[in-house]
């Protein structure tokens, strides 16, 4: 296989060229888009690209942004522990104590396990989420329990009484 080095004077060329291969969709749609003859070198031709398409750039994500997740007013506890977890997934370099922190805040401030969490501190998320299952159990048992109260004293109008 011979290799054949492309010439000082045409790089610049085959840069502009070769970028458009990797474009789909709309970003393929601008670069087509494009005055032809109004690209100066390749760098004049990345800055074009970069201001055009520099609002989809997507940021990296920090730990802190877990303070932005909350537990809803009539969110069960399994979908706040779901949702926290997926977010802190999302973190590249996640800082476990903030990490453990931002679930604090992140709960509902009036239920049982925001009180057991702020006398007994978590070190890290999965002792977080070890002690949030046992609530999750709870919470959910409790349901279970108030469909069964609620079923047992169910009055059917249509039944005739026994007088």
Request: net charge positive; aromatic share 10%; glycine share 4%.
């Amino acid at each position: 296989m011979e290799i054949n080095p492309i010439p000082q004077n045409l790089k610049e060329a085959c840069l502009c060229k070769g970028f458009g291969s990797i474009l789909t969709g709309a970003t393929l749609k601008w670069l087509l888009s494009v005055s032809p003859f109004s690209i100066k070198s390749f760098a004049h031709l990345v800055n074009l690209f970069n201001n055009q398409f520099s609002c989809s750039i997507k940021f990296e994500r920090l730990t802190i942004d877990l303070y932005r997740v909350t537990q809803g007013k009539d969110e069960p506890l399994r979908d706040f522990v779901s949702k926290f977890s997926k977010k802190a997934l999302e973190i590249p370099n996640l800082d476990v104590a903030t990490a453990v922190q931002a679930f604090k805040m992140g709960l509902k401030k009036d239920t049982f396990f925001y009180e057991y969490i702020v006398m007994n501190p978590c070190r890290n998320l999965d002792e977080a989420r070890n002690r949030a299952l046992r609530f999750i159990r709870l919470e959910e048992d409790r349901k279970i329990q108030q469909r069964l109260d609620g079923s047992n004293s169910y009055d059917n109008p249509n039944r005739k009484s026994d007088s």
